[in-house]
């Protein structure tokens, strides 16, 4: 556990230090939820008009574990729609999974505590709703583990409030 707080401080901290940046979609930083196959907190935090760091703090309830995962992301604007955002990315994880519960693909089980550092990419939908300030969106997050497991798919929906 002492490694998801130092990792949750590198964040803050990466996140805290970029502070002042404003997106072509007219706001900064958004917390909020996401839910899907890994469901849990998001922060987003743009560092230029049209990029942004996302820290996710996610649990997998099938699999009974907890992932920090974090995500460099560029953002354009998508079908001329203000505040409607397309953004690609690629990033990191660490996770940390008991072992009776988690199988890599072959559906082979665990015995001892997993964690695994992995890969992420990510591909997104999000709009921007300024009158109530939240963002709503839906992604596509492939991720592989290493060095167990093998490729997956996260695809979930999320509600950030942006300030």
Same mark, same amino acid.
């Given at each position: 556990?002492?490694?998801?707080?130092?990792?949750?401080?590198?964040?803050?901290?990466?996140?805290?230090?970029?502070?002042?940046?404003?997106?072509?979609?007219? /706001?900064?930083?958004?917390?909020?939820?996401?839910?899907?196959?890994?469901? %849990?907190?998001?922060? $987003?935090?743009?560092? $230029?008009?049209?990029?942004?760091?996302?820290?996710?703090?996610?649990?997998?309830?099938? /699999?009974?574990?907890?992932?920090?995962?974090?995500? /460099?992301?560029?953002?354009?604007?998508?079908?001329?729609?203000?505040?409607?955002?397309?953004?690609?990315?690629?990033?990191?994880?660490?996770?940390?999974?008991?072992?009776?519960?988690?199988?890599?693909?072959?559906? $082979?089980?665990?015995?001892?505590?997993?964690? %695994?550092?992995?890969?992420?990419?990510?591909?997104?939908?999000?709009?921007?709703?300024?009158?109530?300030?939240?963002?709503? %969106?839906?992604?596509?997050?492939? /991720?592989?583990?290493?060095?167990?497991?093998?490729?997956?798919?996260?695809?979930?929906?999320?509600?950030?409030?942006?300030?």
């Amino acid at each position: 556990m002492r490694s998801i707080t130092k990792l949750t401080l590198a964040l803050a901290f990466v996140l805290f230090a970029a502070m002042g940046a404003q997106a072509q979609s007219g /706001y900064s930083t958004g917390i909020g939820l996401r839910g899907g196959a890994a469901s %849990g907190l998001t922060v $987003k935090h743009f560092i $230029k008009s049209d990029a942004a760091i996302e820290g996710i703090l996610s649990t997998s309830f099938k /699999y009974r574990g907890t992932v920090l995962t974090v995500l /460099y992301e560029k953002h354009a604007q998508a079908f001329n729609a203000s505040g409607l955002q397309w953004y690609y990315g690629i990033g990191g994880h660490i996770g940390f999974w008991e072992g009776r519960h988690y199988y890599d693909r072959h559906h $082979k089980h665990y015995h001892d505590d997993v964690v %695994g550092v992995g890969i992420d990419g990510v591909l997104g939908l999000e709009y921007y709703i300024r009158d109530i300030p939240f963002t709503i %969106g839906a992604d596509i997050k492939p /991720y592989i583990n290493i060095p167990s497991g093998g490729g997956f798919w996260d695809t979930a929906l999320h509600v950030r409030y942006v300030f």
